[in-house]
């Protein structure tokens, strides 16, 4: 057996976020992980193995249901921590712990600066009013081809940002890096439904938080994205 050694800080809570996730999709086993590693079992392969067939593995995961917006305690996406705090409002919670919160961070690391800043907060202000609650899910949480694998004959997922969000979030992250064609969102679709209003603003409302997320870590053009979508929602 190969495998694969990552160093990481947050190598505790990377495990348990994968091997919670591992109890509704395939994910790879944790083989060791201490304070400042996580070693895992090697997956040898890139890509989806079936669209069709990994689309409705995850909209069935889906449709579990939890008590709250958030989780047990607060996970990471990619290496950035990221809070959790009990919520019963959809829109609340994403508006303050993760669009606000992480548009927070950027400023103090000089990755935006005040202006933007600004208007990124009229925006969390207006949040609420477009993403209404539907009932809180499992979510991988950062769903791009870099985080979909295959061993040669199932897709694997691997690097959750593990919480309990709408499971519009998730399929809303594929899109910003076209992770999956046409059939995987037809076929999820098929279970979960996604009716033109997600396609038209809540897609942009929830990949707000994932652009923020690259602004922090890269910067540059991600920028222009954000500010695309302010614009979009009448904040210029």
Same mark, same amino acid.
């Given at each position: 057996?190969?495998?694969? /050694?990552?160093?990481?800080?947050?190598?505790? $809570?990377?495990?348990?976020?994968?091997?919670?996730?591992?109890?509704?999709?395939? %994910?790879?086993?944790?083989?060791?992980?201490?304070?400042?590693? &996580?070693? =895992?079992?090697?997956?040898?392969?890139?890509?989806?193995?079936?669209?069709?067939?990994?689309?409705?593995?995850?909209?069935?995961?889906?449709?579990?249901?939890?008590?709250?917006?958030?989780?047990?305690?607060?996970?990471? $996406?990619?290496?950035?921590?990221?809070?959790?705090?009990?919520?019963?409002?959809? @829109?609340?919670?994403?508006?303050?712990?993760?669009?606000? /919160?992480?548009?927070?961070? %950027?400023?103090?690391?000089?990755? &935006?600066?005040?202006? =933007?800043?600004?208007?990124?907060?009229?925006? +969390?202000?207006?949040?609420? #009013?477009?993403?209404?609650?539907?009932?809180?899910?499992?979510?991988? +949480?950062?769903?791009? +081809?870099?985080?979909?694998? #295959?061993?040669?004959?199932?897709?694997?997922? $691997?690097?959750?940002?593990?919480?309990?969000?709408? /499971?519009?979030?998730? $399929?809303?992250?594929?899109?910003?890096?076209?992770?999956?064609?046409?059939?995987?969102?037809?076929?999820? +679709?098929?279970?979960?439904?996604?009716?033109?209003?997600?396609?038209?603003?809540?897609?942009?409302?929830?990949?707000?938080?994932?652009? =923020?997320?690259? &602004?922090?870590?890269?910067?540059? @053009?991600?920028?222009?994205?954000?500010?695309?979508?302010?614009?979009?929602?009448?904040?210029?």
């Amino acid at each position: 057996m190969e495998y694969f /050694y990552k160093k990481t800080i947050h190598g505790k $809570i990377e495990a348990s976020m994968l091997e919670y996730l591992g109890g509704f999709m395939l %994910c790879p086993k944790v083989m060791d992980v201490d304070s400042q590693s &996580i070693t =895992l079992e090697k997956v040898p392969y890139h890509g989806v193995y079936d669209e069709t067939e990994f689309a409705e593995a995850l909209a069935k995961m889906h449709q579990n249901r939890f008590g709250f917006y958030g989780y047990e305690y607060d996970t990471t $996406i990619g290496p950035f921590v990221q809070p959790n705090p009990k919520e019963r409002s959809w @829109g609340e919670f994403f508006a303050k712990h993760r669009v606000m /919160y992480m548009a927070k961070k %950027c400023l103090e690391e000089h990755r &935006i600066d005040a202006r =933007l800043y600004e208007k990124i907060a009229k925006f +969390g202000e207006k949040i609420p #009013n477009y993403l209404p609650s539907s009932y809180p899910t499992i979510l991988h +949480g950062d769903l791009w +081809g870099g985080n979909v694998m #295959n061993d040669g004959t199932q897709t694997v997922l $691997i690097d959750p940002a593990l919480y309990y969000g709408s /499971y519009e979030y998730d $399929i809303a992250f594929s899109t910003l890096f076209n992770t999956f064609s046409k059939r995987f969102y037809d076929a999820y +679709g098929s279970i979960n439904p996604l009716d033109d209003d997600f396609w038209q603003v809540r897609v942009d409302v929830l990949n707000s938080y994932a652009l =923020l997320v690259h &602004i922090r870590a890269f910067g540059g @053009g991600y920028v222009d994205q954000l500010e695309s979508t302010l614009k979009k929602f009448g904040i210029n």
